[in-house]
């Protein structure tokens, strides 16, 4: 299976968020980390910068523009298996966010068969009290990468929801299905969100 870990965002809300650090370990570092203890497959995509080069991952930078995260998706889709089915299974993960081990493990489960499986919360999170649904993660099989890739060849079509994860899900409700994560796993896009994340860590619950 192929890990693509996507980091290459303006992060205009939180600038160098992926660099900060949670429980004593930056957010990317833990994400690529745990990523590695899955598979042995993970590319970072990200600018070949030092803040990033320090990061034990092989390098892709997407010099083609995106502006939004299917932008991002469709200019990376020979990495995931939407070019050719040459990845028959593949995982999509953000930099960004503060995962668990266990959630890492149900987004990487055997994907449902012939659906783009999003994994993700709908309720608050109970361990940092952040209200709002989230999507964390992408599992494909070859044939969901072909329904992603086929649907995100139209420009217009990658604007949904302003190019978040949730417009792609919603654009697929009828061939996608979901994975509920119930645990401290979150993004992290603001100030608030990382001194919520910190606090959490500080309890001891962070592993």
Not at 32 to 43: K, P
Not at 45 to 56: G, I, N, W
Not at 102 to 108: D, F, G, M, S, V
Not at 112 to 133: D, E, I, L, S, W
């Amino acid at each position: 299976m192929r890990i693509v870990v996507l980091a290459q965002g303006r992060s205009s809300r939180l600038p160098g968020k992926h660099h900060l650090h949670v429980g004593g370990e930056a957010i990317l570092g833990r994400v690529l980390r745990l990523a590695a203890e899955i598979s042995d497959d993970v590319v970072l995509v990200a600018r070949c910068v030092p803040e990033y080069v320090q990061y034990d991952a092989a390098i892709y930078t997407d010099e083609r523009p995106a502006g939004n995260t299917l932008d991002r998706l469709w200019n990376t889709r020979h990495l995931w298996g939407g070019e050719a089915p040459r990845y028959h299974q593949s995982l999509v993960l953000l930099g960004d966010v503060v995962y668990s081990p266990e959630a890492l493990r149900l987004a990487a489960a055997e994907p449902h068969p012939g659906r783009v499986t999003f994994v993700g919360r709908t309720q608050t999170n109970r361990c940092t009290g952040k209200v709002g649904a989230e999507i964390y993660a992408l599992r494909l099989g070859v044939a969901a990468g072909l329904i992603v890739r086929q649907h995100l060849e139209v420009a217009e079509r990658r604007l949904s929801r302003g190019g978040k994860l949730w417009g792609l899900r919603e654009d697929l409700a009828a061939s996608s299905a979901w994975r509920e994560t119930d645990d401290y796993t979150d993004d992290v896009d603001t100030m608030e969100d990382l001194r919520a994340m910190e606090c959490y860590a500080e309890t001891g619950g962070l592993r």
